[in-house]
Structure formats: C-alpha cells, structure tokens
C-alpha cells in the first residue's frame, strides 16, 4: 500500500472536457507530485461526469501517495459551466460545481469554464483571445482588466469537431464530392456501413440515438478530417468552412480583447490541429493584418487551471513559475 504524504501542502488542478478529464496534482513550488487522466467530466457530454471527475482525482491522489487533507485549493474548468452572458447550453452551476466534491477534500474550490482555463494557460495571464475547440467549442476574450467576453455573446458560434464531421458527411450524402476523395472511404469505414445509401440510413438513425452517443460517434471522426486535410478536397473543404466561421468570431472580440496586436491561441484536440490552425492564422493575416496575431499556448488548459489554484493560496505566478509548470506539466500526462 502506498504511504499517503501528509507533510507536504499541494494544489489540485482540473481540466474537465467532453472527451477527457484531466488532473494535476503540484506543490506550491511548481512540482508536479502526480497526474491521471480520466474519462469525459462535461455534465452536458457526458452522463457519468460525477463518476469520471471525482475517479481521476482519487487516482491522481492515489498515484502519488498523495493525502486529500494536503490540498490547499483546487481549481477546475469544466465544459458547460455557465458564464455570464454565455449564448451556449443552460446547466446547473451549483451542480456542475459539485462534481469536484470529491471524499476527504474541504480546500477551497474554484469552478470556472474551461474556455478559462484554457485562455490562463495559454496566454499566462496577458489579454487576448483563445480559440477552443474539440468536443465543444469557446471563443473567449479577456481584456486587461480581466473583463470576459465570449463570441457567444455577439450571437455567433463557431462550431466543434463533430460540426465539422456534419459537414463532411453532408456534403458525401450530397454527392459534393470526388468518389474517389480519401476521406469518402474513411467516412464509410467510421460509420461500418457499405455505401452512401447505408450513410444515410446510419445518419437517420443516429438523429433518434442518445444525444451523447450521437455526438461522440461524429466527433471521433475529426482526427481523421483533420488529418487529410491537405490530400483530400473534402476534408478541406468542410475545414475551410470551419476556419472562416473561428476567423469571424475572433475578428467580433478584437475590439474588446485589449490592445493591438491582439494576441490569439489555439487549445483543443480540433484547434491544434495544424491543418485548422493554419488556415485560421491565414484568414486572420488576410483579414486583419496588424490587428490580430497568433501567438503558441505557453501550457495546456490543465496547466491554467494549476496557476488558478496556486494564486488562489497566494503563489505569485510568474514567467519563472510558468516556465517550470511548462517543463513540470508535460504533454504526455494530458493526452
């Protein structure tokens, strides 16, 4: 049995999406002391949240023989979490909150979006916008007084990985497309059907399936879109189309996302993708030379949500904090 450490006082970090739940466990110095990875902690994506945040964080205590009663803060960012003014689904706040009570931890808790996370993360605290899409979509800006404001409230959505699958399965069951395009194949092969009459039957049931279910089986298929994007017209296309959509809500927060240049990130499993992201650093160059510009994510979205709970203890987070979180937290405990 591992020996629980009592002596030393940490923070605990979440990132809760639609696909993964992610958590971090680190030392007010910046050590990392243990991390798991989970499934889906998005109460609007997933039915078992409750089951799969309060899972991973037992593992990642678990992992690191680690004692509940050491956490000092706890700062989580999960997917339908409501923020004001937000034009996405209604949820629960309270209840979306108390996915992160899990047994033994009475530290102060910090509940937030994860589009917050993800902007902390990736811009260090400095005001801009970022991009966020993979099982759910957020095109959020802070300004340099910390004043949030989302696309959403400009009445505008971009759309996720699985909108992007709807696009292409459109446009195969629309005959908009070369038969012999890449992508044709793989979208059949995803959907284990013979042909595009057995598309559409598969398209028609799944419009009767579990809301949830429906979503997971069209956003599975991203990667593969994203992937051919540069050898197969469709794919490039339906990511065409995606990018312009981003491009329009990031041009909408310019005004409000602090001063020029306006610094712009990309976190999620689609907005990482090179063939999303180079065509939406493209749009926004042709479209606003000067005014916006993309700049890398300095950490991932988990990463964020660590920097919240450390403030929230008192830790002054800065570059040299940020720099050892970057090599502390690395990509392969968030995959």
Partial sequence: MIQARTQQ????????????????CVARDGTRLAAA???????????????????TISRALGSGG???????????GIAGFDRDGSNQDGGDNARTAALVDAPGLDCPKIVVNDAVIAHRGALSGRPGIVVVAGTGSMILAIDEVGDETESGQLEHYAG????????????????DCTWTDPLVTAALDHFDVPDVAGLHAAVLA??????????RSYGDFAPQVTALGEKSSLAGRALDDLAARTARGVRLLAPVAGPRPVAVACTGSLADASSFRDRLERLLDEAAPGI????PSRLAPLGGAAILALEATGVEVDGTMIDRLAARIPSAVLT
């Fill in 9 to 24: 006082e940490f923070v605990i970090g979440i990132d809760a999406g639609g696909t993964h739940t992610r958590v971090v």
């Fill in 37 to 55: 990875v989970g499934g889906g902690g998005a109460p609007h994506h997933n039915d078992d949240a409750l089951e799969n945040i309060r899972g």
């Fill in 66 to 76: 680690l004692d509940p009663a050491g956490a000092v803060a706890l700062a989580a």
């Fill in 160 to 175: 996720a990985a699985r909108h992007l699958v709807h696009d292409v399965v459109q446009q195969i069951l629309m005959g």
């Fill in 206 to 215: 799944r419009s009767s399936a579990h809301r949830n279910d429906a979503k």
């Fill in 292 to 295: 916006l510009e993309m700049v």
